[in-house]
C-alpha cells in the first residue's frame, strides 16, 4: 500500500512510517510530498495521507498523527502506547516534555533533517532509533511488573 505525508519528515513523520511498517503494512510504500500537494498526490497515486490537516490520520483532539494510527488500527501493545506518549510529547508543541525522553526524540528528529536531504534516507536512518526506543519501552514496562 502506497502512504503519502509532507516532504522532510521528522518526528511524527518518521514514527508513523516506523509503525506503518513495522505493525500495519510491511509492503508500505512512502511517498513525499509539499504540504499543499500531499493530498493531490494521495488522489493520483491511491496513497492514503497521514500527518496534514484535515485528514483520519492526522493530529485531532490534541493528539498527534502516531496517536491516530495507534487508535485507527486499534493496537494495544503496551510498549506503542508507551511510545505514543514519548512521540506525543516530542510532537505536540502545547505538551512538550511530557515525558523525559520527548526531548531527546524532538532534538534526534531535528537533528537528521542536517544530515540528510533524502527523505527516504532520513526514514532508514531513524527506524532503527525507534526499533531501539520501543525495545526499550517493552524493557521499562517489564521492570515494572
Known sequence: ????????????????????????DQEAEFLFAPSDKVLEVAEET???????????????????SFEAFIENYQLTDPA?????????????????????QSAGLRALGEGFLHVSDDDHEL?????????????WCREQLEKDQ
Do not use: N
Not at 2 to 13: E, I, L, S
Not at 46 to 64: I, N, Q, R, W
Open 1 to 24: 500500500m502506497k502512504w503519502v505525508t509532507r516532504a522532510r519528515p521528522k518526528t511524527d513523520r518518521v514514527a508513523c512510517p516506523w509503525l506503518i511498517a513495522r505493525f500495519i
Open 80 to 100: 506503542l502506547l508507551k511510545l505514543a506518549r514519548i512521540v506525543h510529547g516530542a510532537d505536540v508543541s502545547s505538551d512538550r516534555g511530557i515525558t523525559p
Open 46 to 64: 491511491g496513497a492514503t495521507p497521514f500527518d496534514v490537516p484535515g485528514v483520519e490520520l492526522g493530529h485531532h483532539e490534541g493528539k498527534c
Open 123 to 135: 526514514l532508514r536512518l531513524q527506524f532503527p532509533m525507534y526499533d531501539a526506543l520501543y525495545a
